[in-house]
């Protein structure tokens, strides 16, 4: 079966860095997504990585290697506005795309 | 305003109604997508369109139909609502197969 497995929920200070991990096992593998999903809206794009290595965007960043089928998201100089549940999708041979359940990220003063 | 949006926000509906969920984009884009999002579960996907005139099952499909007959529609109707389709549902776009979806606000149901 397909599985995409992240922390249910992770605690950060404001002004700190977080990594937010993701481990996956797909049928196939056409590019790892992350999204923030703040509570009662939508979620919206963050990030996408194909290739191994760190995609740098601004306070976050993705990384990925697919040898060992892992990802991680690191936010730096974290902002109250920052809490937020962060969700990571893969995308498959069909090119479904498969979801974890999500981070619940919360940031302390 | 460029986007998707969903209708209606949220609904209370008795079991065994008819309902459609509306969903419109106006970027032009070729791929659609509902999801059902519940609590401890991550998005999952219900069905899909990769472009006007086709619609493909998505993981949990029953009880569920859809139809895309121009680019910027995407009905979601629930023929006769059950208790465990009390879910958020989103209606998502993308350029294509293999960019970033863009999502709607979602639509709260609750079947009673």
């Known amino acids: 079966g397909q599985n995409i497995d992240q922390p249910t929920e992770m605690t950060a200070t404001e002004g700190a860095i977080v990594q937010i991990n993701c481990t996956y096992q797909?049928?196939?593998?056409?590019?790892l997504f992350w999204y923030q999903q703040h509570a009662g809206e939508a979620p919206t794009f963050l990030s996408y990585n194909v290739l191994d290595g760190l995609e740098e965007k601004g306070r976050f960043s993705s990384f990925l290697s697919r040898s060992k089928g892992y990802s991680y998201l690191l936010l730096k100089e974290l902002q109250m506005k920052d809490s937020a549940s962060y969700l990571c999708a893969v995308r498959d041979s069909n090119y479904q795309l498969i979801w974890g359940a999500g981070t619940k990220l919360i940031i302390k003063p | 305003i460029a986007g998707i949006t969903q209708a209606p926000t949220s609904q209370i509906l008795a079991a065994g109604r008819r309902m459609t969920l509306r969903c419109t984009q106006d970027m032009r884009h070729n791929a659609m997508y509902w999801y059902r999002q519940d609590l401890g579960l991550g998005l999952r996907l219900i069905h899909y369109?990769?472009?006007?005139?086709?619609?493909g099952k998505g993981e949990v499909p029953d009880g569920y139909s859809v139809s895309r007959a121009n680019t910027d529609d995407f009905p979601l109707t629930l023929a006769s609502a059950v208790p465990s389709q009390t879910s958020v549902y989103f209606c998502a776009s993308s350029e294509d197969s293999h960019t970033e979806a863009f999502f709607g606000q979602g639509t709260r149901l609750t079947v009673v």
């Open positions: 369109s990769n472009t006007a005139g086709t619609t």
């Open positions: 797909t049928s196939g593998f056409n590019g």
